[in-house]
T-cell receptor, first 111, second 114 residues
Framework: GNSVTQMEGPVTLSEEAFLTINCTYT??????LFWYVQYPGEGLQLLLK???ADDKGSNKGFEATYRKETTSFHLEKGSVQVSDSAVYFC??????????WGAGTKLIIKP | DGGITQSPKYLFRKEGQNVTLSCEQN?????MYWYRQDPGQGLRLIYY???????QKGDIAEGYSVSREKKESFPLTVTSAQKNPTAFYLC?????????????FGPGTRLTVL
């Protein structure tokens, strides 16, 4: 069946460091891919998405490219800030239009 | 402002009691969802509804019930049959069933069983 695998956290970085959070998926067909962010005690917010192979989603300095050949959708940011500390979820939209979720990766940015 | 509201933000329940969590959206979305999130865990789907007066069980529906009498509202009842209901509950909605259509989330309700 469809599944999403994210790198385990927590990921701890210093401010202005480069960020990569890995996400790989297993799916039939051509799913859409998403990154959501959850700040402490809040609901989830869509960060970016990509709907077809080679698409790049971007928002707030974050980027992710839909790589069908490696079934990956890694999240990157060139220079993180303390305010980026949150939990990041990778997800795919399956043929039944449900979202299949990764387990989440907690990101901690130290000043 | 368009969005999804959930109430209450915090809810305490005694064992053996049913409790209902509210979810309302004014986005004119067809589909609505309920998820459960446990500490340090991902999201698990409880129920979803793609149209008024219709809903489907998700992965962990046992001990929960829902209704969808209005497009804007999708309340979740946590019954006494749910063995471990303490968790963070998230409601979401999406425009329709098209692939690539993202879900929008409410702020969540934190339920604690005393």
């Amino acid at each position: 069946g469809n599944s999403v695998t994210q790198m385990e956290g927590p990921v701890t970085l210093s401010e202005e460091a480069f960020l990569t959070i890995n996400c790989t998926y297993t799916a039939t067909g051509y799913p859409s891919l998403f990154w959501y962010v959850q700040y402490p005690g809040e609901g989830l917010q869509l960060l970016l998405k990509a709907t077809k192979a080679d698409d790049k989603g971007s928002n707030k300095g974050f980027e992710a490219t839909y790589r069908k050949e490696t079934t990956s959708f890694h999240l990157e940011k060139g220079s993180v800030q303390v305010s980026d500390s949150a939990v990041y979820f990778c997800a795919l939209s399956d043929s039944n239009y449900q979202l299949i979720w990764g387990a989440g990766t907690k990101l901690i940015i130290k000043p | 402002d368009g969005g999804i509201t959930q109430s209450p933000k915090y809810l305490f329940r005694k064992e053996g009691q049913n409790v209902t969590l509210s979810c309302e959206q004014n986005l004119n979305h067809d589909a609505m969802y309920w998820y459960r999130q446990d500490p340090g865990q991902g999201l698990r789907l409880i129920y979803y509804s793609q149209i008024v007066n219709d809903f489907q069980k998700g992965d962990i529906a046992e001990g929960y019930s829902v209704s969808r009498e209005k497009k804007e509202s999708f309340p979740l009842t946590v019954t006494s049959a749910q063995k471990n209901p303490t968790a963070f509950y998230l409601c979401a909605s999406s425009m329709d069933r098209t692939n690539g259509n993202e879900q929008f989330f409410g702020p969540g309700t934190r339920l604690t069983v005393l």
